[in-house]
């Protein structure tokens, strides 16, 4: 046991997981950081300043990738080079009771490597929703709580921005902004003061730096990030990148890949958590490593799944499922509608480089009374652009080739889609099958998730109001569309491990410390109360991490843990 016994263990090392290992590290514990995946070292393991003739296929993928990966390969990122992001679909099984599409990346970084890295501070609305219209259970903090850790994280990972003074979309410490092409800005500005719900555009909030953060950085608008590349100039925000150097630089990580947590232990008598076992994902050895404290960061699905795998006398259900909440109010984000159109002018003006971020529509129905839509709650918002296409971008070769990518004969078009949010149902939920297994000898996991009428009529809503705006800001030829996603495909999971103020109804307490077993905290997305109405929620995950870890730190200097 003294061999393997630490401070802290920390389970994943996504998004969350890589700030618990930062935390935990900097304050002075030795942690044991835990990852199912195989290691991806920042820069060493990287390929993205291969050219596209470097690639054995320039950067498709195969049709036999695809017939293996039918859920993976639909992802908008999802190509030859990015492929080794994201986990084969036939490693790891699971079972749709109703179809959901669950994208993974199983390696140390996890989704990191391929998030979209939008990154938007949740507001008193978000907070306050579920009590005002009584669906899920209140959330246990409020914005206040949450606003000082929401600046302390974006010090370190960069976020680029426009201060707008909105409540309902709070500001936050931001770079400078990567700039609208002409035509976003004068939508932008057509559209200004024209609806009296004020609907405006303004810059998407990114975690790509425009500023040099330490060694990090700035973005040289490559465009590989949107690609699904790892980034070798850490030019957006990454756990490979930023926060797991940060640990390993403090000499306190232990850093463990190709370790499945199959269970966290319980002690009966001491009433709290001793440590974890996992199945090394190589050999298929199982060892046991212990620790005062863990955070359990393996994402919503996987943390909940790991939570009811952990069976003992004092919970048959499940890891602290005395509540029986574990698993429940599974959430993602309907998305998909929207409106394109063609815009007349600029024929003399051109795009620079790939900006890897757009245009932002903040939310603007059911603010107010005056806001308020009869067919349904919460809200949604939009993120969009515009762009123009080089004739000869598609074929060609030699001088001709090259004197048509300089002729960008198509006019303007510019389109937005809808981002709206999931209402917390009971019945949206996972479960394991214990009587099948997969190669590790996890029971394969069973989800059973839907959207139900609000959803449909926020998608309805979506197309219309998208349309009113391009036709505000001078497009000709709008069209609407909805692309019908289903529940999983916007990768924004959450809620399986709800905070609450109620143990009978939650699993966490407001410091994100599971109600019964009170040295194990969830910090991912497993937590989320709500889903929330703005899409990038990354950087609440990422702030409610540095808080629980203050908190857990504190509370062990005082022997409560």
Request: proline letters at 5%; a neutral charge; glycine letters at 10%.
């Amino acid at each position: 046991m003294k061999t393997y016994t630490y401070d802290a263990i920390v389970i994943g090392t996504g998004i969350s997981g890589g700030w618990a290992a930062k935390e935990l590290c900097e304050k002075g514990l030795k942690t044991l950081v835990l990852d199912r995946g195989r290691d991806v070292r920042h820069v060493a393991d990287y390929d993205d300043l291969k050219s596209p003739w470097e690639l054995p296929y320039r950067g498709w993928v195969t049709r036999e990738v695809r017939e293996n990966n039918p859920i993976q390969s639909k992802v908008y990122n999802y190509n030859e080079r990015s492929q080794k992001y994201f986990i084969r679909d036939t490693d790891q099984p699971y079972e749709q009771v109703k179809p959901f599409e669950w994208v993974r990346g199983n390696q140390v970084g996890g989704k990191s490597l391929i998030w979209g890295r939008q990154s938007y501070r949740r507001s008193q609305w978000d907070f306050e929703a579920n009590l005002k219209d009584g669906y899920g259970v209140d959330w246990p903090i409020r914005y206040e709580d949450i606003a000082p850790w929401y600046s302390y994280v974006e010090s370190f990972v960069g976020i680029t921005g426009t201060k707008e003074g909105l409540p309902h979309l709070p500001d936050g410490n931001f770079l400078p902004p990567m700039p609208m092409n002409c035509v976003e800005a004068e939508v932008a500005k057509r559209i200004k003061g024209k609806f009296a719900d004020g609907r405006m555009i303004i810059h998407g909030r990114s975690a790509n730096l425009t500023q040099k953060i330490g060694s990090r950085g700035p973005c040289q608008y490559k465009g590989s990030c949107d690609s699904g590349h790892a980034c070798s100039l850490g030019g957006y925000f990454s756990s490979n990148a930023a926060t797991l150097p940060a640990a390993a630089a403090t000499g306190n990580m232990t850093l463990r890949p190709y370790s499945m947590v199959q269970e966290i232990l319980y002690d009966k008598e001491k009433k709290k958590a001793i440590g974890v076992r996992i199945v090394d994902t190589e050999t298929l050895v199982s060892e046991e490593f212990f620790a005062n404290i863990i955070f359990l960061n393996s994402s919503a699905i996987n943390t909940a799944a790991i939570l009811l795998n952990s069976i003992s006398e004092a919970f048959p259900e499940g890891l602290g499922n005395t509540s029986g909440q574990i698993g429940r109010n599974l959430m993602d984000m309907p998305y998909g509608g929207g409106a394109s159109g063609h815009f007349e002018g600029f024929e003399d003006k051109f795009t620079f480089g790939n900006r890897p971020t757009g245009i932002f529509v903040p939310r603007f129905r059911n603010l107010n009374e005056a806001t308020k839509h009869k067919d349904f709650l919460r809200g949604y918002t939009f993120q969009g652009g515009a762009g123009r296409w080089r004739k000869g971008a598609s074929s060609g070769f030699g001088r001709g080739f090259k004197e048509a990518l300089l002729d960008p004969s198509e006019n303007w078009s510019m389109g937005i889609t809808g981002f709206g949010e999931h209402l917390p149902y009971n019945e949206n939920h996972i479960f394991l099958d214990r009587d099948k297994k997969d190669r590790f000898g996890m029971p394969i996991i069973n989800i059973n998730c839907e959207f139900r009428e609000n959803e449909y009529a926020m998608l309805a809503d979506m197309q219309v109001a998208a349309a009113e705006i391009l036709e505000a800001g001078g497009l000709k030829n709008v069209s609407t569309y909805l692309n019908e996603k289903l529940p999983g495909e916007c990768i924004h999971e959450s809620g399986t491990a709800r905070m609450g103020r109620d143990p009978k109804t939650s699993v966490l307490n407001k410091w994100n410390q599971m109600h019964e077993v009170p040295n194990v905290f969830i910090t991912d997305a497993a937590a989320m109360s709500s889903s929330g109405t703005t899409p990038g929620p990354s950087i609440t995950y990422m702030a409610l991490t540095a808080r629980a870890v203050d908190y857990a730190v504190s509370e062990m200097k005082k022997l409560n843990l």
